[in-house]
């Protein structure tokens, strides 16, 4: 089962940022935060990784609370080719167990 | 920089019948995961090969089994097709305790897309 929990759909306007939030509250210490987007019928895109700094890439920022249970991936400026399936994911990175343990994830639409 | 690719794009089987599906890892990658994602649902792991070898399996039967060659492409194989099995199979590739920070970051093909009738 997944380890993470993600609100099943939300909307924002083209040109805001959108804030995707998951909680992740049976986080283990050395498992990280992992967020995937998926657009209609295609492969996963990696989108972005952390363990309990906030980390920024040249697609999105991710915010990890303190206490490493929730986190929050924002698209700065969100475009209409952002709409997808965003999935939060929390493994370990390396080794045996590296698998990535999908849920249903959240679906992001832009709006004009 | 070549990305994951994957064959077939698409293919239809009918029940009984057997598949094999390819992947080609990410340049510089020498780990494979293979995962079926059904309709509406998100990607359910599979199992995953390094050094040749199948590492660890998600709760699959049998009827699906890998192979991984020394050019670190990879095969997927699945016997006795049920209908059940109608799905996107996606491949990810990734670098056994290397990449930024030494994290095994995976990276996902484009998929295959079975259908079984």
């Known amino acids: 089962d997944a380890k993470t929990t993600q609100p099943p759909s939300m909307d924002c306007a083209e040109g805001r940022a959108a804030n995707l939030p998951c909680n992740h509250s049976t986080i283990s210490g050395n498992e990280y935060v992992y967020w995937y987007r998926q657009i209609h019928s295609q492969g996963p895109q990696y989108i972005i990784h952390g363990l309990k700094n906030n980390e920024t890439n040249e697609m999105a920022s991710l915010i990890i609370t303190e206490d490493r249970k929730s986190s929050t991936l924002i698209l700065p400026h969100a475009t209409l080719r952002d709409t997808a399936v965003y999935y939060c994911i929390v493994s370990v990175p390396t080794g045996a167990n590296s698998k990535l343990t999908f849920g249903k994830g959240i679906t992001l639409s832009v709006r004009p | ?117």
């Open chain 2, 1 to 117: 920089d070549a990305g994951v690719t994957q064959s077939p794009t698409h293919l239809i089987k009918t029940r009984g019948q057997q598949v094999t599906l390819r992947c080609s890892p990410k340049s510089g990658h020498d780990t494979v995961s293979w995962y079926q994602q059904a309709l509406g649902q998100g990607p359910q792991f599979i199992f995953q090969y390094y050094e040749e070898e199948e590492r660890q399996r998600g709760n699959f039967p049998d009827r699906f089994s890998g192979h991984q060659f020394p050019n670190y492409s990879s095969e997927l194989n699945v016997n006795a097709l049920l209908l059940g099995d109608s799905a996107l199979y996606l491949c990810a590739s990734s670098l056994a305790g290397g990449g930024v920070g030494g994290l095994d970051t995976q990276y996902f093909g484009p998929g295959t897309r079975l259908t079984v009738l």
